[in-house]
């Protein structure tokens, strides 16, 4: 056998984040492509020897520079089609601002060309990239239910 040789062709992780102040959700605007100038979640993928939740924390603050605390897993999504860049999979977290960041407001960094507080009851109405729409109909079953999902899950 060739050590020196990927034989796994593998999924690449990444994480994506749902922060909600009232009734809103944040949105990041994208300055690349895929989906450039489009809406979608804060996030991104996750670094050699970095936890997801690291990830996620570090990803936010990139792209909106707001600290955040991690509260709980929506679920993952891995369908193989979810990114036009390859089979791409993302643990979606749900957090909340902390309190270094309580009174601040979002300022767009890293990859985010802006960010936007957007109403969760009027998401349908958001163009989004990726499978954001779905993960965030999804949050909106979740604060009743508190499932977690997956990308399969009816």
């Not at 690449?12 to 949105?27: A, F, M, Y």
């Not at 990139?62 to 999504?77: A, F, K, P, R």
Request: charged share 30%; net charge negative.
């Amino acid at each position: 056998m060739n050590v020196g040789k990927q034989m796994h062709k593998n999924p690449t992780p990444t994480v994506d984040t749902i922060i909600q102040k009232g009734s809103k959700v944040l949105l990041v605007e994208r300055k690349k492509d895929p989906f450039k100038q489009t809406m979608v979640l804060p996030g991104g993928f996750i670094n050699e020897g970095e936890f997801a939740e690291e990830a996620a924390i570090r990803e936010v603050k990139e792209e909106t520079s707001l600290d955040i605390e991690l509260e709980n897993i929506l679920g993952v999504y891995s369908d193989p089609s979810r990114d036009p860049r390859g089979h791409i999979m993302s643990t979606v977290f749900i957090g909340k601002i902390s309190d270094k960041s309580d009174n601040k407001e979002p300022i767009a960094g890293d990859d985010a060309a802006t960010t936007k507080w957007v109403d969760l009851e009027s998401i349908e109405e958001e163009t989004l990239g990726f499978d954001h729409q779905k993960i965030l109909m999804d949050f909106k079953e979740w604060k009743q239910s508190r499932q977690t999902y997956w990308s399969s899950k009816k």
